[in-house]
């Protein structure tokens, strides 16, 4: 069979299935307001949730790094790509997540992947050994993944319902005279599609009543939750007591890339060692190290930037709900815009784009069939002005379209 022909059929199903991404160029750097098709748009659809990709200090920050530590390391950590920058940037993380100790990746994808082989697949001395995974119904692609390189002959995996402490709960009751060696529970601390929190202060609880490790995908809070912006665990409560973090330095902390994660000081010396994305793939690039660091130190100096996130979020739930749409309850940046039909939801994003607003959808098969939305992204790096732009917008359009 041809090659060609295979990949394109495929590519015609996506499209019958709607589920073709289609991508629209910026000209400009990501910011609050950006440049596309010669045009200022305000941003309702990045990570970039305290303005920390375009941020002077950041820049400042990168360029300085390659001044004096050079493009690239031309090395994977342990031959020689470790620079002083490399153990600062995850010490700070640790300092800000209220963790032992912190390796980095160079994505949070690979930083899941590295997780869960790492441990699960290696005997290290129990032989026979079998060890549980519990893992939410709507974890990300990078936990699912990393769930996969996992050999079955060495783990169970157990899906939860998705938010749901009660049947996690049952699940460990149920396994509990079983004979695992370790026992998992895998979630994401934010999950990007609704914009809900885990229930961390019930999962910890139970976590330590199965005597299970914890492991939380914070990606979408390093920054965003809690008053401080340390992640799920503050806002829960349980800062310290989650015994995994991981998460991306690609959203809120400088948009860049990176990952990392955090835990007990032996656990994270033994990913150095045992983690293969770690240490058979290229270390960080300097600038992304001094930029991340100066992002870190930012948002430790300056407490009014994730104030102004939270200030902007709870402002634009307010004001988009008052305009009549229907949103999905809660606290978080992304604000889920309830529309119903797949081609309402595609026709808006493309009104709303010509009305100078940049807001993209999700509809069946990413959501469920009938909950088609678009999905705001709020930002710190967005002023009043540039929200009631964007809200305006939101009221010609969608009474254009009879939405409101
Ligand atoms: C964005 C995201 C990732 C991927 O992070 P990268 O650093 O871009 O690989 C992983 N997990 C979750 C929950 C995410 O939201």
């Not at 001044?67 to 640790?94: D, M, N, P, W």
Request: hydrophobic share 40%.
């Amino acid at each position: 069979m041809n090659y060609l022909e295979l990949v394109a059929s495929e590519l015609s199903r996506i499209h019958e299935a709607n589920t073709f991404k289609y991508e629209t160029p910026l000209e400009s750097a990501q910011a609050g307001v950006v440049k596309v098709k010669g045009k200022p748009v305000v941003m309702l659809g990045s990570n970039n949730y305290l303005g920390m990709s375009n941020h002077p200090e950041v820049r400042t920050a990168a360029i300085e790094g390659i001044k004096k530590y050079g493009y690239g390391v031309a090395s994977v950590r342990f031959i020689c790509g470790t620079q002083t920058i490399h153990l600062e940037l995850e010490k700070k993380i640790s300092r800000f997540v209220g963790a032992e100790d912190t390796v980095l990746f160079s994505s949070c994808f690979a930083a899941n992947e590295g997780f869960f082989a790492s441990l699960v697949n290696e005997g290290l001395g129990v032989e026979n050994h079998k060890d549980a995974v519990y893992a939410d119904r709507l974890n990300h692609a990078s936990i699912i993944d990393g769930m996969r390189l996992c050999r079955p002959e060495t783990a169970d995996k157990k899906i939860y319902n998705h938010g749901d402490a009660s049947h996690l709960a049952q699940l460990l009751e149920e396994d509990k005279d079983k004979n695992y060696r370790l026992r998992i529970i895998a979630t994401d601390g934010v999950f990007s599609m609704e914009g809900d929190l885990a229930p961390l202060d019930k999962l910890v609880e139970i976590a330590q009543r199965y005597g299970a490790i914890i492991f939380v995908d914070d990606s979408h809070a390093i920054g965003i939750v809690g008053k401080r912006g340390r992640g799920t665990p503050e806002r829960f409560g349980v800062l310290g007591k989650v015994d995994v973090i991981s998460g991306t330095l690609g959203k809120a902390i400088g948009g860049a890339a990176g990952g990392y994660v955090s835990g007990k000081k032996e656990l994270i010396s033994y990913l150095r060692q045992k983690s293969r994305p770690y240490t058979f793939s290229n270390s960080l690039p300097p600038a992304i190290v001094t930029a991340c660091i100066a992002a870190l130190d930012l948002l430790t100096k300056d407490k009014t930037i994730v104030r102004r996130l939270h200030t902007n979020t709870a402002y634009f739930r307010k004001e988009i709900k008052s305009l009549g749409y229907k949103i999905l309850e809660g606290e978080h940046p992304i604000v889920p815009i309830m529309l119903g039909e797949t081609t309402l939801a595609q026709d808006m994003s493309a009104a709303m784009l010509k009305a100078g607003v940049y807001i993209k959808g999700l509809w069946f098969p990413v959501v469920p069939k009938g909950e088609a939305r678009l999905r705001a992204q709020v930002s710190a790096a967005l002023t009043k002005k540039d929200i009631d732009r964007a809200l305006d917008a939101f009221e010609s359009v969608g009474k254009k379209m009879k939405v409101i």
